[in-house]
């Protein structure tokens, strides 16, 4: 099973956010997340870089951009563009998800 998780990395700080996981990302699950987004950093987010899925539809930008963050979309089929958050899931891959036995 796949499960889709929204996170948020501080780059100064490089502290990462779980904004929320789902196996279904809707648009209903993404507008919350970005309301999420605003009451939890609404002081420190400023600039959201983010990829071209289809999941950051309009209406939610503009849950965003009403809040005063900035909106940047990556270019397509650029993972370098968003080093950051690549290396991030990388390591998260390495270091967790590999080494973790699922039992039912």
């Given amino acids: 099973m796949t499960v889709y998780t929204v996170f948020v990395i ?3 700080s490089r502290r990462v956010q779980i904004m929320g996981s789902t196996a279904h990302p809707d648009e209903a699950f993404m507008r ?3 309301r999420t987004l605003t009451m939890a950093d609404a002081e ?22 009403e809040a005063g963050i900035r909106i940047v979309q990556t270019p ?3 993972p370098n563009a968003n080093a950051y958050a690549e290396r ?10 590999d080494r973790i036995i699922p039992l039912r």
């Fill in 10 to 12: 501080h780059l100064a």
């Fill in 32 to 34: 919350q997340v970005g």
């Fill in 44 to 65: 420190t987010c400023r600039v959201l870089i983010c990829d071209r899925d289809a999941k950051w539809s309009r209406p939610v930008r503009d849950v965003l951009q």
């Fill in 76 to 78: 397509y089929r650029a």
């Fill in 88 to 97: 991030f899931v990388q390591s998260i891959k390495e270091e967790c998800v």
